[in-house]
């Protein structure tokens, strides 16, 4: 029960998982900082678009277009981090299919590029990446 929870929380929170993945990719940790304020963005616009569209139309007429906008530009920041995956990794793709899915099913990329992340490049036998059967689930 405790690793349903802690999926469910991350499923909610998705600057959890944005930070994580982010985290991975800078495995030198060179730019710790910058991980960070990437993540407190996502976390910004996460909450502004559903802020602006909890706000009646009728108070403020409007604000339903700034949801719009904060909700766009929270896919396209998860768009260019499954594109930074996927170019980490050698994945077959291209940005725009990376921001579809990203406007339409953003909790699904998250757990996709998790479940990629956890598979480090170049940490194999003979410099090749991991391959995901070998991994073991804890």
Known sequence: TKDVLFALAK???PMWSYY???AKLDNKNKTPYFTI???LVVTAFFFGWIICWAIPGNTEKGMNAFGWLF???MAIMVAVLRYE???RHNIDGHLMWD???ALGMWPQV???MEMQAIIVPG????DTPIAPETLKVV
């Not at 940490?123 to 003979?126: P, Q, S």
């Open 11 to 13: 499923g909610l929170i």
């Open 20 to 22: 994580e993945v982010t």
């Open 37 to 39: 304020f990437k993540t």
């Open 71 to 73: 909700y766009n530009a």
């Open 85 to 87: 995956v996927r170019a």
């Open 99 to 101: 921001l579809v899915a």
């Open 110 to 112: 998250f757990c996709q």
């Open 123 to 126: 940490k194999g036998e003979d």
